[in-house]
């Protein structure tokens, strides 16, 4: 038995494609069911819907495997199967004859092994490219429109970072047209980057994002803006050290400062969300750090101490 | 022990006496004489020497804030200023002509004195205008192989100078 489901179709084309599974019976050598409550064996994804795009990304990699772009013309959109508008048995017949053989090929499934779950909300921010997205956990709610790099929030400053710092199940998400925007009067949207610097901040629990290669050397192209929230000396730490000429790997950044692994990965997403990371792979040959500057001495760093300290605590 | 400073630098009313009364212990002394040439249109006072303030550290030491003049026909004075200083914060005012060439001009000046240390870029009067966009500050100082913060800052707020010195601090230990 196999199953065959879709995202961002018409109705119209949503109801052709189930009677045609329902027509294939013989033509077919596996039984296939139109299904969208099970996991998938093929998913249909209209990529002119950029809506369906949006919801797409956010499926976990195990869901997306197989999926076959349903577009009018060409798709801007690299994937190897694709059937064009409007749908046609022969078309269709042909696709899946392919998906099932693919699969026949694979001779244990991956499934769920290597592939990764999205199990934070900074994974689920990052898959989610480029449309609307809204994040509720009972009144309170975030939503992040990344088509036009704004966000709008119920809540600000501690308050929307304590939202962001939720385990993924506590939220209530919707995507693309299933988002139902707050009234245009009642909402202040924001530049987006300081909600994705939250996000990443927040919302990672310790997890580096797909994206992201673990063995990468990391280097910002520029600081981040951080808006009203004074950001902590966790965070100006390593924005110093990835402004150094090298890049550095999690490692070194271990090292240098002593951090947790945790900050550090919370850090590097919110820098790769807001775009303003510089990602080297690790293999290439490590850039002599001969030229670097000598040790800070502990003398100096007591005094930079307690300059930090003084400004944490302004005099009026 | 020699004396602890951070040098803040930057074009004639781009706000380093401003700056400085924000954070300062003590109010600026201030040396600022009343206009005269073609600033006076502008402005009704300047800085002729320096202004000067204090932060006092848990240890009673002192951390002074130095303004440099502005005008350019100071420019002697700015090597002078930075001897022994800890870093410089260099202030643009975007509503001049061409904030990029006055960053330019200032990285350039007191380049010795940045290399040895650190600098912080302050984007002021951001209110009064949105250009030129942050990432050609950016670009600029990638030009000159150089990383440091850009932040859009009021100098009215203490808590935007606060921050500019925070991340000095931070560039000194890990940069
Ligand atoms: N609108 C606006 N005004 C600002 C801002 N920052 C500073 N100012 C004003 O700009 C002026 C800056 O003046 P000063 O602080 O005397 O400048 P300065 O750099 O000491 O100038 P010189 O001593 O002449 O070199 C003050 O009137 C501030 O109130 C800002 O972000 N927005
Ligand atoms: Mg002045």
């Not at chain 1, 199940?169 to 909402?187: C, K, N």
């Not at chain 1, 670097?292 to 005094?303: C, D, F, I």
Request: aromatic share 6%; net charge negative.
């Amino acid at each position: 038995m196999k199953y065959l489901s879709s995202i961002g179709l018409s109705v119209k084309d949503e109801n052709v494609l189930k009677s045609l599974i329902d027509l294939l019976g013989a033509r077919m050598s596996e039984e296939w069911h139109y299904r969208d409550d099970v996991p998938a064996d093929a998913l249909l994804l209209d990529v002119d819907n950029p809506d369906a795009i949006a919801t797409w990304k956010m499926r976990p990699e195990t869901a997306r495997r197989n999926t076959i772009a349903y577009s009018n013309s060409e798709p801007g959109f690299a994937l190897t199967r694709r059937l064009a508008k409007p749908l046609r048995a022969a078309e269709l017949i042909a696709v899946l004859k392919d998906i099932e053989q693919a699969n026949d090929e694979l001779a244990v499934p991956v499934v769920g092994s290597e592939a990764t779950e999205v199990t934070t909300l900074a994974d689920c921010v990052d898959r989610q490219g480029n449309g609307v997205m809204r994040l509720a956990c009972g009144d309170r709610e975030v939503v992040i429109d990344r088509s036009r790099q704004q966000f709008c929030s119920s809540e600000s400053g501690e308050s929307l970072a304590a939202l962001l710092t939720l385990p993924l199940p506590e939220y209530q998400i919707s995507t693309g047209a299933d988002v139902r925007l707050p009234s245009e009067a009642s909402v202040r949207w924001q530049d987006q980057k300081a909600v994705l610097w939250l996000v990443g901040q927040c919302g990672s629990h310790g997890k580096l994002l797909d994206g992201v290669d673990r063995n990468g050397l990391f280097r910002l192209n520029r600081w981040p803006g951080f808006g009203p929230v004074r950001p902590s000396h966790t965070v100006l730490s390593l924005c110093s050290l990835l402004s150094r000429k090298s890049a550095m790997g999690i490692a070194d950044m271990r090292e240098a400062t002593g951090l947790p692994e945790f900050d550090i990965i919370a850090f590097i997403n919110a820098a790769f969300l807001t775009g303003i990371l510089d990602i080297q792979s690790g293999d290439v040959a490590r850039p002599e750090t001969g030229a670097a500057k000598p040790e800070v001495s502990t003398e100096r760093k007591g005094l930079l101490a307690k300059i930090r300290s003084r400004l944490a605590n302004p005099r009026t | 022990m020699s004396e602890i400073k951070i040098i803040i630098t930057g074009t004639p009313g781009a706000g380093k006496t401003t700056a400085i009364a924000a954070i300062s212990e003590t109010p600026p002394v201030r040396t600022d004489t009343a206009t005269t040439d073609e600033l006076s249109e502008v402005k009704e006072q300047t800085t002729v020497a320096m202004d000067f303030g204090e932060l006092t550290l848990e240890d009673d030491q002192k951390v002074f804030l130095y303004g440099t003049p502005g005008q350019r026909r100071f420019e002697f004075m700015w090597k002078i200023l930075v001897q022994g200083g800890l870093g410089l914060i260099i202030l643009v005012d975007c509503t001049r002509e061409d904030p990029l060439a006055d960053m330019k001009m200032y990285l350039e000046n007191f380049s010795d004195f940045i290399a040895e240390t650190g600098a912080v870029i302050g984007l002021v009067k951001r209110d009064m205008t949105d250009t030129p966009p942050l990432d050609e500050f950016y670009q600029a100082l990638n030009q000159q192989g150089l990383m440091f913060p850009v932040f859009e800052v009021d100098v009215r707020e203490q808590g935007d100078v606060a921050l500019m010195i925070d991340a000095l601090v931070s560039l000194l230990e890990y940069s």
